[in-house]
């Protein structure tokens, strides 16, 4: 598994990747929480946020020529990924408010966002992508049935199971850059 070892650079652009969308979670999260979960969906925000800038410093600090996707081919492959996951998102969104089901929306968000840390992983060397799409594929279902069988909102188990999961797995990057630049350096 070499091949899925990240520089420091990747592990400072994946901090700052899942920080950014750890906080947009969690806003996502506060369409229509219950009074007492709001100020922890902020909180949540703020601490992505914290991950995200942390992960700019240290992956721009980087050099750029150790990013998983510097080379032409693997550039190709994350741009056809992301580009599948945006159609995807999109198709699937547009469907859901056309039948009129626009509170599960996020639930399909989530879910296509979960599956393509799959392909992903391989393609940035990051072996914790594939926990983190198991939690957040997973966050999606626990949205569609609490949707379905209860009075929460679908956005906000997905703000806070999403955010939760994407911060915590960006501060795992960061934490991985910074100590790959400690070993490295004399």
């Given at each position: 598994?070499e091949?899925l070892?990240?520089?420091?650079?990747?592990?400072?652009?994946?901090?700052?990747?899942?920080?950014?969308f750890?906080?947009a979670w969690?806003?996502?999260?506060?369409?229509a929480?219950p009074?007492?979960?709001?100020p922890?969906?902020?909180?949540?925000?703020v601490a992505a946020?914290l991950?995200?800038?942390?992960?700019?410093v240290?992956?721009?600090?980087?050099?750029?020529?150790?990013?998983a996707?510097n080379?032409?081919?693997?550039?190709?492959?994350?741009?056809?990924?992301?580009g599948?996951?945006?159609?995807?998102?999109?198709?699937?969104a547009?469907?859901?408010g056309?039948?009129?089901?626009a509170?599960?929306i996020?639930?399909?968000?989530?879910?296509?966002?979960?599956v393509h840390?799959?392909?992903?992983?391989a393609v940035l060397r990051?072996r914790?992508?594939i926990p983190?799409?198991?939690l957040?594929a997973?966050t999606a279902?626990?949205?569609?049935?609490?949707?379905?069988?209860?009075?929460v909102?679908?956005s906000t188990?997905?703000g806070?199971?999403?955010?939760l999961?994407l911060?915590v797995?960006?501060?795992?990057a960061?934490?991985?850059?910074l100590?790959?630049?400690?070993i490295?350096?004399?």
């Amino acid at each position: 598994m070499e091949k899925l070892r990240q520089s420091r650079r990747d592990g400072g652009i994946t901090a700052l990747v899942e920080g950014f969308f750890g906080a947009a979670w969690f806003g996502w999260g506060q369409a229509a929480p219950p009074a007492w979960l709001s100020p922890w969906l902020t909180v949540g925000s703020v601490a992505a946020l914290l991950v995200a800038i942390a992960g700019a410093v240290v992956g721009f600090t980087s050099p750029a020529s150790t990013a998983a996707i510097n080379n032409r081919e693997a550039g190709r492959r994350y741009g056809i990924i992301v580009g599948v996951e945006f159609g995807l998102a999109g198709l699937g969104a547009a469907l859901l408010g056309v039948l009129g089901q626009a509170d599960y929306i996020p639930v399909w968000i989530c879910a296509v966002v979960g599956v393509h840390f799959v392909p992903l992983a391989a393609v940035l060397r990051d072996r914790n992508l594939i926990p983190l799409a198991v939690l957040v594929a997973a966050t999606a279902v626990v949205a569609l049935v609490a949707g379905l069988v209860t009075d929460v909102a679908p956005s906000t188990v997905t703000g806070v199971g999403a955010g939760l999961s994407l911060t915590v797995f960006g501060l795992l990057a960061l934490i991985g850059a910074l100590r790959a630049k400690a070993i490295t350096t004399p």
